[in-house]
């Protein structure tokens, strides 16, 4: 399979995957301690896959701040799902985050993409906003949504970087898991001053199949990345919007409104536009 079509491919199962990651967080009783078995299943899933992989010479400054954004992004995100609906906040946070990737990967690092990429890009940034039109979103809620989307688009825009700087995409991946998982953990239990620990404890089932899947879900996002151009990529990754509807009505069930599946058809022109030219 040609190296165009498929980082395209990758990141639209990567938005999939994603967003039924995100759910099994957002029906944790605890948030924080349902994000922080997430990572941390994943680092010791994938600490094994330190002694296979290359030290990522190149990358450790990368690393490094993409576990410290990670770190504010899981936070934010936290606090967004804490004070609104799965089916509000998701769509400001992955709405925001493609606009900004493409604002900063287009407009300051210089990358170039087709008009029909950036029309694509757009659409898809645009529709994801109205899906939350009709929706609760108190100021705080929308604030965090916000807050979210723009650390989505840091660490996108650095381990982009971060995993085409490594000997090999595995290596970086699998570091970053391992890193991140021990950051996330560390500072959320400082954050509960301990009471973290019992409380994961107590949704370790699902916090361990959320960690299988955030490996597969960014492993495949990290992949795409290390061979395609980052703004696209980042965009059709908000293809799981479309995932993440179907799990709201089916699984929380909320409403689905015309005007939501308007904007459902808009994400997937969207991502037409930018298959068209991939």
Known sequence: MMTATLAPLLMIASGSIHAVVNAIVKGGKDKMASRAMTDGSAAIILLPALLLVPLPHGAWTWLLATALVHALYLYALIRAYQVSDFSSAYP??????????????????????????????????????????????????????????????????????GVRAAPTPFSYIAWMFVTMGLVIVGLFAILTRGTLFASMRQQWRPGAIAGALSILTYGLALYALSIGPTAPLAALRETGMVTALIIAVVFLKERVTIGRGVAVLGILAGAALILRVA
């Open 92 to 161: 400001v946070l992955r709405g925001t985050a493609p606009l900004v990737t493409a604002a900063v990967t287009l407009g300051l690092l210089g990358d170039h993409v087709s008009t029909v990429s950036i029309a694509g890009i757009a659409l898809i940034g645009i529709s994801m906003f109205v899906l939350a039109i009709g929706r609760h979103l108190s100021r705080a809620g929308f604030g965090w949504a916000v807050l979210t989307g723009f650390t989505i688009a840091a660490y996108t825009v650095i381990d982009a970087a």
